[in-house]
């Protein structure tokens, strides 16, 4: 399902016109980013959690050449942990 896809299904199910439910989409999204910048988690109980993990620094190989060492630098990286509702709906 692409954001396109998405919008018609949410204005579908709220009786919101698609317009709307991109606005309300696209606010959703741009909250989950502002938090996780901001080093906080969105929790949405039953659904799941946005998080932040920090990756260390490592060592890794060049895949066009794999005699040749390369230094991997530390990064963040966003992350989404599925909650136990969705995942019980999801495993039915």
Known sequence: ???AELVS???EKSDLTKKDAEVA???FMETVEESLIDGDKVQLVGFG???VRERKPR???NPRNPEQVIEI???KAPVFKA???L???VNK
């Open 49 to 51: 959690t946005f998080d």
């Open 1 to 3: 399902m692409n954001k």
């Open 25 to 27: 989409l696209n606010a």
């Open 73 to 75: 630098p530390a990064s």
């Open 9 to 11: 299904k949410m204005a």
């Open 83 to 85: 909650g136990k509702t």
């Open 87 to 89: 995942k019980e709906k």
């Open 59 to 61: 060592q890794g190989r």
